[in-house]
């Protein structure tokens, strides 16, 4: 048979037999694994306690062999000893894992295939497929069935002596942290310690310090404050009282002079600095009082290195930040005094770093300019007034009470204004007091507060608060509004719905919370790693917008009748900010589940509003441009505030 190679002497021979086995090995035969079998043996289904989502497709290939006098004597679990050689067909091609693929099915094909170390090149080779197909399994399997996974992969690589990979090692980190895990963490570094590799690089320590950061917002708003403490154990190496901890941490894997360097391509990979910065909000996020007074040397020296480079004041008031969220705030004030005297910090720190720092001690206020001053007084001004309802007067040069201001009086001209004028019952300065209040109480995990803020919404119930306009798909010009109303959803899951009311405190699942859960085809529930917190604020409705200009017969065209878009709007309370989602209705009641479960016609179906000051209401601002969409469905159902403060 003639050779497909220029070199004869050095090829093996191409032969039918041989591409016939790499044919067949670049799909695995369908046939169970030894764990599926028993469990269909026993259950009659291949599908695990957990229920993570599987296809009956091998339940019914099992049933149908089942039926059969003998099964398949080709299935490699019913192979005798003298016939589990390493053969060409049994060896999986790991590129056939790139495809979608459920949790089950990847189980079992690590179960099946995964059995010699002679599969350890290939499998080092490709394996950020592996990594790929477990990233990709996120949205529809809860962290921790992904963790456990993780594990017996481990177990079973390590067992067949195959290398593990850097960046599949930080990838097995980043599960850990979403499971929030500190045993695992540990564990990992561990691995990769072993392993023999070095410090972590910038994109590597960003992406743990993300995850970190997310997931520690998470546990810090459901009160888990032991669970902090662990993994701040294991991040920084250091216990509560400042002994060291035995083991590997995530800190000794932190080149700080390499962190610090400038990076030559910002456009391919993240700055060194931007991860430094990420990891830094990480000690100061867990308040960690140890490792960040240890770093302040390299913060300075980096001051002096490139005293006005932006990555640079950025470093300083996050480090700032950082010390007065782990509560030094004398250490904090004496690292600002010393910045103070290498550069002029009023050209990187930011109002939120001065005023936490005027917070704390007046003293700071020498070093503030003038112009600074006057914005903290302004923001502070403006934010009392929001608060008390008040506006300013320049006729008059003091503070009214704005009552006779309507929010529409920025709309269209004279003469619309006062035709209008029946329409609009709601004041700007009680709208700019709402969302202020909102604000204040909606992150808060005080049922008190949470209950204040609903009584707000209760007296604003019925009124239209403008959001902006907007075009249809036909190009007509549509406005929207939001209207306030506490818990307009109710979750049919919520048994015996006790429904809050100015003259009544009602449990927290009156107060329109509600528990999010990212997903994408499965109703992943419970607390979890992607768990988002929010409140409901009421909700959009849309409708023609009214044109000021009259058709040439003196009259004046009027706006359409209020119509919900089917969207409510919420407050996340674990990261502040408003969110629209698509439930099809503006009032009623719906079941927990996966939404959207359609999409609208042509608004987003789940979407953050991003406008700042969110008090910046007006009918003039355009609504959708203003809309930044979440891809990604999320499972909806009640909050029952176990979380909630009485």
Same mark, same amino acid.
């Given at each position: ?14 032969? =039918? /037999? ?49 039926? @059969? ?26 590129? !056939? ?11 079992? /094909?690590?179960? &099946? ?12 080779? @490709?394996?950020? %497929? ?30 067949? @002596? ?48 993300? @995850? ?42 932190? *080149?700080?002079?390499?962190? #610090? ?18 990891? $830094?909000?990480?000690?100061? #996020? ?56 290498? $550069? ?9 770093? +001065? ?18 001053? *006057? ?11 929001? &608060? #008390? ?21 920025? =709309? ?15 004041? !700007?300065?009680?709208?700019?007091? /709402? ?5 204040? =109480? ?9 209950? %204040? ?11 239209? %608060? ?15 509004? +939001? ?45 979890? *790693? ?31 009748? +209020?119509?919900?878009?089917?969207? %409510? ?78």
């Amino acid at each position: 048979m003639p050779r497909l190679s220029r070199s004869s002497s050095t090829v093996q021979p191409v032969t =039918y /037999l041989g591409l016939q086995r790499l044919i067949e090995r670049s799909s695995p035969r369908p046939e169970p694994s030894e764990s599926e079998l028993i469990r269909f043996a026993i259950k009659g289904s291949v599908q695990d306690p957990r229920k993570t989502p599987y296809s009956r497709e091998l339940d019914d290939l099992l049933t149908d062999q089942f039926s @059969k006098p003998q099964l398949p004597s080709w299935w490699a679990v019913l192979k005798r000893p003298t016939d589990a050689a390493f053969t060409a067909v049994d060896n999986l091609d790991p590129a !056939f894992l790139a495809h979608p693929i459920e949790m089950n099915k990847f189980r079992s /094909l690590i179960e &099946r295939y995964l059995i010699s170390s002679e599969q350890g090149p290939e499998f080092n080779a @490709k394996m950020d %497929i592996l990594q790929h197909t477990l990233e990709s399994l996120y949205p529809s399997v809860e962290a921790d069935e992904i963790l456990v996974t993780i594990n017996a992969l481990l177990a079973r690589l390590m067992s067949l @002596k195959i290398d593990l990979p850097k960046d599949f090692l930080v990838f097995c980190m980043g599960s850990a942290i979403r499971s929030f895990s500190p045993c695992a963490l540990r564990s990992y570094l561990g691995l990769y310690v072993s392993a023999g590799h070095g410090p972590l690089e910038p994109a590597q320590l960003l992406s743990l310090s993300e @995850k970190l950061t997310l997931h520690c917002r998470v546990r810090l708003h459901e009160r888990s404050a032991v669970d902090i403490a662990s993994m701040r154990e294991v991040v920084t190496g250091f216990d509560a009282k400042g002994s060291a901890t035995p083991g590997v941490n995530l800190h000794s894997l932190v *080149n700080l002079d390499e962190t #610090l360097t400038p990076n030559p391509n910002p456009n391919k990979s993240p700055s060194s600095a931007t991860a430094y910065r990420h990891y $830094v909000r990480v000690l100061g #996020l867990m308040e960690d009082k140890f490792i960040l007074p240890q770093i302040w040397d390299q913060v300075k020296a980096e001051l002096h290195r490139r005293p006005y480079d932006r990555s640079t004041g950025g470093l300083a008031s996050d480090y700032l930040l950082a010390l007065l969220n782990s509560g030094d705030d004398k250490f904090a004030l004496s690292c600002a005094s010393y910045m103070s005297r290498i $550069v002029d910090v009023n050209k990187f720190f930011t109002l939120r770093v +001065w005023g936490s720092l005027a917070e704390r001690d007046k003293e700071i206020l020498p070093m503030i300019t003038e112009q600074t001053k *006057n914005h903290l007084l302004i923001r502070q001004l403006s934010f009392l007034e929001a &608060r #008390l309802g008040l506006t300013w007067e320049s006729v008059r040069s003091q503070h009214i009470k704005s009552g006779n201001i309507d929010i529409w009086s920025d =709309y269209g001209g004279e003469e619309v204004q006062k035709s209008n004028l029946e329409f609009r019952n709601i004041r !700007f300065a009680d709208a700019r007091q /709402l969302v202020t209040a909102i604000h204040m =109480y909606g992150c808060s995990k005080s049922h008190t507060n949470l209950s %204040i803020l609903a009584d707000l919404l209760h007296e604003n119930d019925g009124v239209e %608060i403008p959001l902006g306009w907007g075009l249809d798909p036909s190009g007509s010009k549509m406005e929207y509004a +939001w209207f306030p109303e506490c818990s307009p959803i109710e979750f049919s899951s919520n048994p015996i719905p006790s429904y809050h009311t100015i003259n009544f405190k009602g449990p927290p699942s009156s107060l329109g919370l509600i528990r999010t859960v990212r997903s994408f085809e499965t109703g992943v529930k419970g607390p979890s *790693n992607q768990t988002g917190y929010f409140m409901q604020l009421g909700s959009l409705y849309q409708r023609h917008q009214c044109s000021p200009e009259n058709d040439g017969s003196g009259e004046t065209d009027h706006p359409g009748k +209020w119509i919900s878009t089917g969207h %409510i709007i919420c407050f996340d309370r674990l990261n502040g900010g408003l969110t629209i989602f698509y439930v099809g209705k503006g009032w009623g009641t719906i079941d927990p589940g996966v939404y959207p479960q359609k999409p609208h016609s042509f608004l987003p179906g789940i979407a953050t509003i991003n406008r700042h000051p969110m008090t910046e209401l007006s009918s003039k601002l355009n609504f959708i441009d203003d809309l930044v969409p979440l891809d990604e469905l999320r499972w909806l159902d009640v909050d029952h505030g176990l979380f909630i403060d009485p």
